[in-house]
């Protein structure tokens, strides 16, 4: 006699785009070894970049790339987090708003005069900010882009019910676990290592230049040390604020940090 | 005849939507609607330093970093009057070669192909035909590999500079992509022979082609803005030419030829104006193909994108076997006010970037004109030309026919926006 397995449903997975250069879900798709078999593990529900097939919600995992920077996305990311289960922020433009939000630091409209002839046709929002700060995120992976590893292993721990395993140290025990000489020690470069979250696996450094912090702050990041030590070693004026106002300037301590490092700098300039 | 409706563009790279207005069973409005945000690149480049501009470049694609890292330094570098050596370049070919690869593998199996083949997705492929999806994969992740060997990662690669390049890339890592090279080479040849079985609806369109030539290269980085109606400009006459301009429906800039004419870039345009230039197993399964130039039907562009797979292939084992840097891996940089242009060969066509410097090295103005700027007013009137067909057909069959035309330009709408929803609607 032949028993037929009873089959538990595969979780549907949803990936939602907001304001973002699709990098984070080309990352998913960058999965060559990993994407049938993430296929057949989860059931792939709605996925605009990947296919049209469009399944109906509610859906257990919902995954959401970009910001928020239009009167539209605030409104839709309200109807996604209402569709979804258990709802993880895809990278830093998910998390801290990403680049879009420099424009939290200037006049967004003297951008779109900048940028466009005609203005007025365009709808946008003054800020551009995370899922978290416009509805609950259960979780979130930073990155710009994410490392997609962290992606398959967050999808593993929720099939497995376990908490994912992320790596809890910043980017500078990344680098001296990879043995690479320290660019801010040796060759006296501005580096956001030992602020930054941990999962690129030390690229910049390992290619001789500066974190410049796409993966956001380390939890436990000493940041005022951090501008003291390194803001002195600047190349070009504002190099060290330059670095923390980039990919991950919405992120409060980035916010604070940068703020710190251009009072330093103007300070050593009217000396 | 009812309204069609597609209430986002799948398979694109961002997002928009298709609206095509009837009247008396015969389209009278087409609109290809951009709702991806407006993104303000160009105003936040302005004080930055000019280091950190192909690091904030990169983040307009996704699919495409390389292209606007590489767009970026070239005008910067003429903006400072400094030109990078020839292992310098070299490796940025070899960078861009990963990008194609990883580009065109991406949307001839993964994105394209479903709507030859009557399947919603590649996943859906890989259901009834394991082994193409499979060999597509390994097809693709080689790109990555290249890119990952040369910028740490393929999504925002961190080695590219003004100047050159951070350090040179370990030489064993590189040559060890050799084999995988080799068997991409051969699968690419038999892409060609694949893509030529595929049934493709018939359009043939009137194109102006516009793409960069080199009389020595196939046209990437350098080399003059040619077009097929004979106009040849340098990079520094681009704009006397190529003009952008802004429609309401859209939050992508459209652009046009100073004549008001709409012209198309990408792998059409540029297999048609450079084919001389492939190197000798791409001329090879071109010949073999027995495809007529010029090619001027859009759905073929994926016929176009595997013969440049071979290309590209091709040229990436030859890079990787000459790879033997010595020097510097950049150049000094001596700051002074200048300004410069710069463009390169997106895969979904041509990028350019110009840049004003001041004597501290920051940005005080930035223009950048993506590929999808360029193709969208030539999309929408490709669009207007089917339209006849479309509104004669059931909902459904409609959409995909549409959507399948809008693919088939691979649009970066992400790029572009500076993406769809096909809504056919009768004005009564």
């Known amino acids: ?271 | 005849m009812k309204n069609i409706e597609v209430p986002a563009l799948a398979r694109v790279e961002g997002e928009g939507g298709l609206y095509i207005g009837v009247k008396d069973g015969k389209a009278v409005e087409i609109r290809l609607d951009i709702y991806e945000p407006p993104r303000f690149f160009e105003g936040f480049l302005v004080d930055r330093f000019i280091q950190e501009v192909p690091d904030i470049t990169a983040r307009i694609c996704g699919i495409c970093p390389v292209a606007y890292q590489m767009s970026s330094v070239t005008a910067l570098e003429a903006a400072l009057g400094i030109e990078v050596g020839p292992e310098v370049n070299a490796l940025r070919r070899l960078m861009y070669c990963g990008e194609f690869i990883e580009s065109h593998a991406l949307h001839i199996y993964m994105l394209q192909a479903p709507d030859l083949l009557g399947v919603p997705s590649a996943l859906d492929l890989a259901a009834v035909a394991p082994e193409v999806v499979k060999n597509a994969l390994r097809m693709k992740k080689i790109g990555n590999e290249i890119l990952k060997a040369i910028g740490g990662r393929s999504v925002h690669p961190v080695n590219a500079c003004v100047g050159g390049w951070y350090r040179w890339p370990d030489t064993a890592p590189l040559k060890a992509l050799l084999p995988e090279l080799e068997w991409a080479l051969e699968a690419a040849k038999e892409t060609v022979k694949w893509s030529l079985s595929l049934p493709y609806p018939n359009l043939e369109i009137d194109y102006e082609f516009v793409a960069i030539h080199h009389p020595e290269e196939y046209g990437v980085m350098h080399g003059e803005v040619w077009s097929s109606k004979g106009s040849k400009l340098s990079v520094n006459e681009y704009e006397t030419r190529y003009i952008e301009a802004h429609v309401k429906h859209s939050n992508a800039l459209h652009s046009h030829t100073s004549d008001g004419g709409h012209y198309l870039v990408g792998p059409l345009a540029r297999l048609n104006l450079n084919h001389e230039q492939l190197l000798p197993e791409a001329q090879k399964a071109l010949r073999e193909s027995k495809v007529k130039l010029p090619l001027t039907n859009p759905y073929k562009s994926l016929i176009a994108r595997a013969v440049e797979l071979v290309h590209f292939y091709e040229e990436a084992i030859a890079l990787v076997k000459s790879y033997n840097p010595a020097g510097p891996a950049h150049l000094d940089l001596k700051l002074r006010t200048g300004e410069g242009c710069g463009m390169s060969e997106a895969p979904r066509g041509l990028l350019y970037h110009r840049y004003k410097i001041d004597k501290n090295g920051r940005i005080k103005f930035a223009r950048i004109v993506p590929p999808t700027a360029q193709n969208l007013p030539r999309i929408e009137e490709d669009l207007f030309a089917i339209a006849p067909q479309l509104v004669k057909m059931e909902h459904e069959t409609a959409t995909l026919t549409a959507e399948h035309l809008v693919r088939s330009y691979d649009p970066c709408i992400s790029c572009a926006t500076h993406f769809l929803n096909l809504k056919i609607e009768d004005k009564k």
């Not at chain 1, 604020?241 to 409060?252: M, V």
């Open chain 1, 1 to 271: 006699m032949t028993l037929t397995p009873k089959t538990a449903p595969r979780p549907k997975v949803a990936v939602y785009k907001f304001s973002s250069c699709d990098g984070c879900q080309l990352s998913l798709l960058n999965l060559e070894d990993e994407l049938l078999d993430l296929a057949s593990a989860v059931d792939i529900s709605y996925f605009l970049e990947a296919t049209r097939t469009v399944k109906p919600g509610p859906y257990d995992i919902g995954i959401v790339e970009g910001s928020i920077t239009t009167p539209h996305e605030a409104e839709r990311i309200k109807d996604v987090r209402a569709e979804c289960k258990y709802m993880i922020a895809l990278g830093t433009c998910a998390t801290a708003g990403g680049i879009q939000a420099l424009r939290n630091f200037a006049s967004v409209a003297d951008y779109a005069r900048t940028v466009y002839p005609h203005p007025e046709f365009l709808h946008f929002l003054d800020k551009s900010t995370s899922i978290a700060e416009n509805v609950p995120v259960d979780l979130s992976i930073w990155g710009c882009p994410v490392n997609k590893f962290m992606v398959v292993e967050v999808i593993a721990a929720l099939l497995q019910n376990r908490r994912p395993n992320f790596p809890p140290s910043p980017v500078c025990l990344e680098c001296k676990r990879r043995g690479l000489v320290c660019v801010a020690v040796a060759h006296g470069t501005p580096c956001l290592g030992p602020v930054v979250h941990g999962g690129c696996g030390a690229l910049c450094p390992a290619n001789g230049r500066g974190c410049y912090g796409c993966f956001g702050p380390s939890s436990a990041a000493n940041f005022s040390a951090l501008v003291g030590s390194m803001t002195p070693l600047d190349r070009y004026p504002n190099e060290t604020a330059g670095l923390l106002r980039s990919f991950s300037s919405h992120a409060p301590a980035f916010k604070s940090a940068a703020e710190a490092a251009l009072k330093l700098s103007s300070e050593k300039e009217q000396k």
